[in-house]
């Protein structure tokens, strides 16, 4: 039997249906906003010997059917997820790793599963919210719920849960998951807005939140399963006793030593290999490593509460900063960003707009002109590892970049090219999101990319205490992000915030803790922003000589199906003749690169004779395409044709059409009259002078003068040629006026 929920959140109901789908599963929940409805599952096994950290895995199975589509692969079902199915996941993940058991090492897998799509209504949002009520429900270890929520800001207000199209039309596009206690993750786009703006879009989403979160406390009272006891696995009895009886309080006097102006961490790996060799026989090596790892982490985290950091910096300093541009001569842009040791390279392409990528997932279907796509080789730590596609984290990570510049670009009308920008990651010490966006704001600038503003970012972190004592600390490195709570990213420009992400290792933050990582983000911003200008003050003013030139021109909408041609074969013989690209828009905008100009003109002439009407008094030099009996029908323009009666290609008299013009053959002919159906009519004879039409005569007779009994007019075929061209081929007896339409039409 089943169980009905209903929540009213902005002027909608969430509503929520237990126990009728996915009965099997430890808990499992049906959630629907609008049309759009999801299956939440949440089942767990028993951890596998020797797993050393949490096995959390999150799915969002995108099924095509639910938005009433049939996959457009070749196979016609669904295969990889898309990168929108990723965000999804990590969006979900998030905020509820830091809430389950630590030591948990049981495998934990959501599965989201979108059942209807209404294409107005996001499903990340109800992903969250329906893993944090599955977990809650379940059997599962869950320090929960927590509840999720969507911010929009138009024309001054507020949005909660924006549609499709008020995000569209929204400066702000902000997600917050949170429970009772805090903050958890938060995910944002937004166009330059003030710290203050941002700060009360916060509050306004965690409000909603705990909204979520009693509606699920009230769920769990009634039919929640009780959770199953989980007791952390504990240390081999003695070994921290015995490890501290070894190195007793020179550890502390090592750690102190490692954030002197030497930066020696030699002391502390010469007291663990002490350690080990001392007590190897007695516990295994890694018990030894893990206790003394430990250990000096919590003396790293009593320096940090005291404003001293493990590199020797204070709470507000950043590390050294250098920018560079012009790196790479081919790229189209390149620009080098190092924060310490944290080094990111960004390359610009530009393409034309026939490049947009076009996307085919479960949400409104979309193209995307701006791609920016992110690299974490193995060596930019020194490590040894995987090469191939990108994983979960460099999909995030450059989804957050491209978020951080995406409000700064200019538009299609200003830089019509697709725009990609690659960062690789040449060395790592933390943050390297932020540094891709600092590197590819040098390298977009680099290339000509007039964007509004150059875009910076940094990472805020966060120690405490336990308690109620906490520090938040600018910059935060390697170390610091894995010993401390908090790892709050903020991309903005002069003006304002463009981009956040919030995760976080405790059960949520405060209210403080969010303004003064704003208020600190700010002022790093503001100096990492200077270091860049150094580098380059403002975009170059054209783009580099390797990449396309973009010609726009328009043609008339009835004139689009002759450029591209049946099955797109003019079209391609264009570009394949030019070595140009041609992008036609629907309102008749034809975008043509190149990055010859040659090139460029070629394609833009053959576009423009394609598209060109004939008018009347206009010359042309044509190709003679057909011969009839009262006329030969020349090609003045490509794809077009006018005739030319026989009364018109000469001042005498032509016997037949073949004796002045042959099939292949290029004459020069006026335009006389083009009627309302089109038909053009030709006239040779106009240009000729009377030595050219004496001369070919001539050239015309036959010997003896009265060959074939032409010498003399043959009156009743100049009536036939008189009627014609007196009325335009409309013979009072018929004639040759039906033969003549058919065949022009």
Known sequence: MSSKYELPIANKTLSVEIGKLAKKANGSAT??????????????????????????????????YARGKIPGSFFKREGRPSTDAILICRLTDRPLRPLFPKGFRNEVQIITTPLSADLENPLDILS??????????????????????????????FIINPTFEQISESSLDLIVAGTRDGVMMMESGANQLDEDLVYDAIVKAQEENIKLVEFQEKIVAEIGKGKTEFVPPAPTEGVEEEVLAIISDRLKKAVEHSISPEKDTSQIELLKNEALEKLEDKFEPNEISNVIESLSDEVYRLKMMEGVRPDGRGPLDLRPLSAEVGIVPRAHGTGLFERGETQALGVVTLGSLGDVQKIDNINPD???????HYNFPPYSVGEVGRVGSPKRREIGHGALAERALTSVLPGEEDCPYTIRVVTEIMSSN?????????????ALMDAGVAIESPVAGISIGLITDGADKWLTLTDIQGKEDHIGDMDFKVAGTKRGVTAIQLDMKVKGISFDVVRSALDQAKDARMQILEVMEGAIAEPRGEVSDFAPRIIKITIPVDKIGAVIGSGGKTIRGIQETTGATVDIQDNGEILIGAVDGDSSAKAVQMIEDLTKEAEVGQIYTGKVVKILDFGAFVEILPGKDGMVHISELA????????????????????????????????????????????????SQEKPGGNDEGFSEPDRSRGRRDQGYNRSRGRNPRGGNRGQSRRRHD
């Open 31 to 64: 959630l629907r906003y609008g049309d759009s409805i999801i299956l939440v599952t949440a089942t767990t096994s028993d951890a596998r010997p020797g797993t050393d950290f949490f096995p959390l895995t999150i799915d969002f199975e995108e099924r095509m």
């Open 128 to 157: 969250i919210n329906g893993a944090s009520l599955a977990l809650s429900i379940s059997d599962i270890p869950f320090d929960g719920p927590l509840g999720a929520t969507r911010i929009g800001y138009i024309d001054g207000e």
């Open 366 to 372: 979309t193209t995307k002109r701006f791609l920016l």
């Open 430 to 442: 933390g943050s390297t999101s932020m540094a891709t966006v600092c590197a590819s704001s040098l």
């Open 651 to 698: 001042n005498y008299r032509v016997p037949s059409v073949e004796d002045v013009v042959s099939l292949g053959d290029e004459i020069t002919v006026i335009v006389k009259d083009v009627d309302p159906g089109g038909r053009i009519s030709l006239s040779r004879k106009a240009l000729l002078t009377d030595d050219d039409n004496s001369s070919e005569h001539q």
